[in-house]
């Protein structure tokens, strides 16, 4: 089942205004975080204004359901930071519209600073097409789309700063957001999604990597412990949103391919989801399926016949609409559907060759019901689905826990459904 906002939602997305919102990024020379924030023209305070302009008419789109802000803070000296400065993102929050879920909060984000070879080099020219102008320019063009759409749950579109100088501006945010009790059920980070050809010479406009930790950042001894003992190390809430997101591209987008990558991030690497992670948060990260380091953190200039820097000509903009209708998609199926299951777990109180699962109910007035899903211990896919109404609790006959993975989503009556739940045991 397809429901119908969603693929409107996908059809709306436009590669022409996220090339052009890429080619103004480009047109500020650096947007370093350590450049100049009163330049109307050139620096990350050029940037700054202009995304928060964007966004703010975006909001004017929205009956009042969208508002802008930017979030400034101090940062102080830090490895990457000579001296004390001024950090901004611009976060555009999309009010949930159902009493149940408004407090249920979506993030998507893309960063918009960017470097040459030096990170405290706040002079030379850094264009940043693609690092990080690509997911900037998604994250504003899904903005523009959804905006005049009503969701039961709260979305908010972000443009953060101070990436580059290690993931400060995404740190600030989430750490706000941990202190606030904020329901942040999962967050998105799309970075580097702008080429579609490789330092490799290939060539792939058809896959788009989605990167998701198994063991939890934050996991406690008493739940790495429960966890050894029932397995679930690729069983964690990144890991069931990488599912999810497979699931809904496979059902939303055509001529894409979420190719999970069952690591937190790229080898030895790290991105703005990190930040969410580390403070409790379900978080993934979007990037290409080859990087072209000559076009990554380099000076502009050509050296024997080469041609380095992250200019807008190595994007395929066609390639980032599709990353972002991946995104959109995903977004408003999380936003529409039912909060996924609480408690969700496994009863251990007799010894058999059952499996009895337990949650609580879910509040929302739409729901339909639940799912339970099962798969192979070596499959890393849920395989298989069994709908079981508004019950919240349940016995798989003949299906014993030491042989399957189980989990449980929710259903509404639009047949929107939650990412999974995973149990943990329970007397």
Excluded at 281 to 290: D, H, M, S
Aim: charged fraction near 25%.
């Amino acid at each position: 089942m397809r429901d119908p906002i969603v693929a409107r939602i996908v059809a709306n997305i436009d590669a022409r205004n996220i090339e052009t919102t890429i080619r103004k990024l480009v047109s500020f020379g650096t947007r370093n975080t350590l450049s100049a924030q009163d330049d109307p023209n050139r620096g990350i305070g050029a940037a700054r204004d202009w995304l928060y302009s964007e966004f703010s008419k975006v909001a004017e789109e929205s009956d009042g359901r969208m508002t802008v802000q930017k979030q400034t803070f101090e940062q102080p000296k830090a490895a990457r930071v000579p001296e004390p400065i001024m950090i901004t993102n611009i976060v555009a929050t999309l009010k949930g519209t159902q009493p149940e879920s408004e407090g249920r909060t979506y993030v998507v984000s893309g960063h918009y600073d960017s470097m040459c070879t030096s990170p405290t080099d706040a002079k030379c020219d850094a264009p940043g097409a693609n690092d990080d102008a690509s997911g900037t320019a998604a994250v504003l063009e899904m903005a523009r789309v959804m905006a005049r759409y009503k969701f039961d749950a709260t979305i908010i579109f972000m443009a953060v700063a101070g990436e580059e100088q290690v993931l400060l501006g995404s740190t600030y945010f989430a750490e706000q957001a941990r202190q606030k009790g904020m329901d942040v059920e999962a967050m998105f980070t799309n970075d580097i999604i702008g080429s579609s050809l490789g330092g490799n010479g290939l060539r792939d406009a058809h896959t788009i990597r989605v990167f998701s930790e198994g063991v939890p950042s934050n996991e406690k001894p008493e739940e790495a412990n429960v966890r050894r003992g029932v397995g679930g190390e690729n069983d964690s809430a990144s890991r069931q949103l990488a599912r999810f997101i497979k699931e809904t591209s496979e059902r939303y987008v055509r001529g894409i391919r979420v190719m999970m990558v069952y690591r937190r991030d790229r080898y030895l690497r790290g991105g703005d989801h990190i930040s969410f992670l580390e403070r409790g948060f379900a978080a993934v990260r979007f990037t290409e399926p080859n990087e072209d380091y000559h076009h990554q953190h380099q000076n502009v200039r050509i050296e024997n016949g080469v041609q380095y820097g992250d200019l807008p000509q190595f994007d395929d903009f066609n390639y980032i609409a599709n990353v972002a209708r991946v995104n959109a998609a995903s977004l408003a199926m999380l936003s529409l559907a039912p909060a996924r299951p609480r408690n969700v777990g496994v009863l251990t109180t007799r010894l058999t060759n059952d499996t009895d699962l337990k949650w609580d109910a879910n509040k929302e007035p739409d729901l339909a019901g639940y799912e339970i899903v099962w798969r192979d211990t070596t499959s890393p896919v849920w395989t298989n689905a069994r709908a079981v109404g508004k019950l919240t609790s349940y016995t798989m006959k003949s299906m014993s826990k030491d042989n399957y993975f189980f989990g449980v989503r929710a259903v509404d009556k639009q047949g929107n459904k939650s990412p999974v739940s995973f149990p943990r045991p329970v007397r």
